[in-house]
Structures are given as structure tokens and as C-alpha cells.
């Protein structure tokens, strides 16, 4: 089992900035993917950013050219940089962990994050 703790959240005002980081423990397999999700109020949860091992990143549209994924794979970290925020970027935002064993994919997902874009 991994585990994975999100700090960071808060309330800015739009054009502000946040930064998210996640803590992974427990068991992390080789070739895990980190990366960020959102869900905002009535809406389905959706993908922020992810990124390999390698560095390797995918963003979601919405978020592209504004936010920023990183990994420090010593330290078992993923951050999030929130740049230019909107209020449409206000969500609880889920830390998550994916990876293939034996042909399974096990995903794993923290407790969420709140971020407030509002002036």
C-alpha cells in the first residue's frame, strides 16, 4: 500500500499563486506515476498533471502553460506550482499514485487538498 499527503491548499486571490506538494510512504513501486487531480463542487474529478519516474508530464488543457509538476524521486515528493489561478481553478485537488503490477494497475489517491481562488 502507498500513502499519499497533500499540504499546500488554501485561498488566494485570482492571478495568485499556490504551490501543492505530496508526500508518498508505504510501498512505491518502480515505475510509479504521481501527478495531481481535481474535483471542483458538482463537477467530475479530473486530471491536473501527472508525470513519470523519468520526468516525463501530461497536463490537462485547462491547466497547461500555467501550472507546473515536479518530482523529487529521492524524497518520494510531487509538487504542484499554481501560477495565474483562476477561480475556475477553485477545487479540492487529490494527490494520486498509479502503477502496473503484473498487469494490474493499483492506483492509490490522498485525502485532498482545498484550494479557494476568490477575491
Not at 501560477?83 to 485532498?112: F, R
Request: aromatic share 10%; proline share 2%.
Amino acid at each position: 500500500q502507498m500513502q499519499l499527503v497533500e499540504s499546500g491548499g488554501g485561498l488566494v486571490q485570482p492571478g495568485g499563486s499556490l504551490r501543492l506538494s505530496c508526500a508518498a510512504s508505504g510501498s512505491i513501486f518502480s515505475g510509479t506515476v504521481l501527478g495531481w487531480y481535481r474535483q471542483a463542487s458538482g463537477k467530475e474529478r479530473e486530471l491536473v498533471a501527472d508525470i513519470t519516474e523519468g520526468g516525463y508530464t501530461n497536463y490537462g488543457d485547462s491547466v497547461k502553460g500555467r501550472f507546473t509538476i515536479s518530482r523529487e524521486n529521492a524524497e518520494n515528493m510531487v509538487f504542484l506550482q499554481m501560477n495565474s489561478l483562476k477561480p475556475e481553478d477553485t477545487a479540492v485537488y487529490y494527490c494520486h499514485g498509479s502503477v502496473q503490477i503484473m498487469g494490474t494497475e493499483l492506483q492509490y489517491w490522498g485525502q485532498g487538498t482545498q484550494v479557494t481562488v476568490s477575491s
